[in-house]
């Protein structure tokens, strides 16, 4: 199971994954991103300040 | 110093802009768009234009490599090279930029668009960001030696990638770094309509506050647009007008005021 | 100063080329091109591409106002912008223009193309002219100040009407002009080839005799080829090299004289 | 029938005259160009220095 890189505890993740998803930690609260699939790989979300584009 | 924003609808009179242009004393530097042509040119040539609605409900265009192209083709190639030949018959020596050019004006590219899809809240990555810094020595350059620069996106990334951007960003921070005198906007309606279908319901003013009250109440498109106004509001420039690019003497008539007034 | 001619095939290592050009000291110029592009541009778009052969023996594109619109999506808006960015990514500073922007070019429009259809002699006009004067004072400007200019079609002419031209005429214009020390031209093939089928067979110098003499052998498009590669001869440049754009640095093994020297 | 703008002869037509068709004046030998039809106009056709496009 993929870890968390902020707690190393391991994140509940959805039986669908998707590249992009995001998703919290449910032990430290941090908000993480699916990175890659097959493995899953997670990263810390981009903090949410403007979240559009043009 | 005047800043001209030129709508990227297919109504507006180009050249009855240009002709207007060359008879104000004074530089101006124009930035425009031309997302009416970009969006006939990706239809036909079978481009897919995605359109994405951030999860706090801001519209934008889902900027991938093969958009950048029909954006050059469209913004920095068709539509800006027709704006320097009509301004040049009229007597004006413009120059035509993009972003890119001189690294003219320098963006930052956005960390990540979140949307709803699927049931899912999901970071979209794209071609985009926002403008963060102008290339005032290029600028000085061209203005100082009689030239009229005329603007369009896309812009250079911090990776020197071109990247597009919301032009009324561009203008906004035109606007605060060579602080203009006075920016219009140069739209295919008479001003900010109450009611998009409404010619006659022109906004006479829109202060801060109430540019901020209506983004609120809006998602989409005119949230993104409101957004952008409002930053130019907070610019500090003097005069901002929106008005109607579809007029014979569109300028002179936004000059005049008629139109919203912004601020 | 050194001009570098991109020709306009997609075999054209322009990253290279951008690569390359970062590693040189001094200035230069770029003339590109992009007929290929334009091509499969205009099918795409349905925009017809006549060929006229004049009773001379000499081939051009039927220039109207259709085809110099895809003329400026495709060499002034994608061609262009996507070298300027390669350049930016390798730290050169380019800045892309037409000859509309600044009247950096300007053109006198051709007086008739003569041809003959259906048993008859006719002429015909279109947006087509020659190269004839340069801003100098913009090149200085931009020269002066640390940019690359990267310069394409159209021109803009007598009555600052946009319009088609001979790119090689352009570079034969400059380099009189500024005097350059240098012109390579970048194609996509190893130099100037005796049989162009035949990668092997490549012509080691070309004396202006011989380009005059090959001049009067051929027709249609080489003939073209030849007479403004003549004009570039006889324009005074120290050193020009034709030389194979797809390899890996194309700029420095021009330099070293391997392809085709002219004069 | 219409005039030779030089010498105002009237030259010879062809039956199925094209705009843009180059014709002589057999009186005056100058070039001329069929400007329009309907009527038919005659223009001096310009000189022929280069004779190509781009």
Redesign the interface.
């Known amino acids: 199971m993929p870890e968390c890189p902020v707690c190393g505890a391991e994140p509940m993740i959805?039986d669908d994954p998707?590249e992009?998803?995001?998703l919290e930690c449910e032990e430290c609260g941090v908000e993480l991103?699916i990175l890659a699939l097959d493995p899953v790989t997670l990263g810390e979300?981009?903090?949410?300040?403007?979240?559009?584009?043009? | 110093m005047l800043l001209v924003k030129i709508g990227g609808g297919e109504s507006i009179n180009l050249d009855g802009i240009a002709r207007d242009l060359a008879g104000l004393s004074g530089s101006f530097i124009i930035v425009h768009g031309a997302n009416a042509l970009r969006d006939s040119l990706a239809r036909r040539l079978g481009v897919e234009k995605r359109v994405?609605t951030?999860?706090?409900g801001?519209?934008?265009?889902?900027?991938d490599r093969d958009l950048i192209d029909v954006m050059l083709m469209a913004y920095a190639g068709l539509r800006n090279k027709r704006i320097v030949e009509l301004l040049q018959g009229h007597g004006v020596n413009a120059v035509g930029l993009t972003g890119l050019d001189g690294a003219l004006v320098r963006g930052r590219r956005?960390?990540?668009?979140?949307v709803r899809?699927?049931g899912?809240?999901?970071?979209?990555?794209?071609l985009?960001?926002?403008p963060v810094e102008v290339n005032r020595k290029l600028l000085g350059l061209l203005l100082g030696d009689g030239f009229a620069p005329v603007v369009t996106?896309p812009l250079i990334d911090e990776h020197n990638v071109a990247i597009?951007?919301?032009n009324d960003d561009v203008v906004a921070l035109l606007s605060a770094e060579l602080r203009a005198d006075c920016v219009i906007q140069l739209i295919g309606a008479p001003g900010f309509l109450e009611d998009p279908d409404d010619p006659a319901s022109v906004v006479a003013r829109l202060s801060r506050a109430e540019l901020a009250r209506r983004e609120g109440e809006v998602t989409g498109r005119m949230k993104?647009k409101l957004l952008a106004l409002r930053r130019l509001a907070e610019s500090g420039t003097t005069r901002v007008v929106i008005a109607d690019g579809r007029v014979d003497r569109p300028v002179t008539e936004a000059l005049a005021g008629r139109g919203t007034i912004i601020g």
């Open positions: 959805s998707v992009g998803e995001l991103e979300a981009p903090d949410a300040e403007e979240d559009w584009g043009e | 994405l951030s999860v706090s801001y519209e934008s265009v889902h900027s956005n960390r990540g668009i979140r899809e699927g899912k809240t999901l970071i979209r990555r794209d985009s960001g926002k996106v597009n951007s919301e993104r």
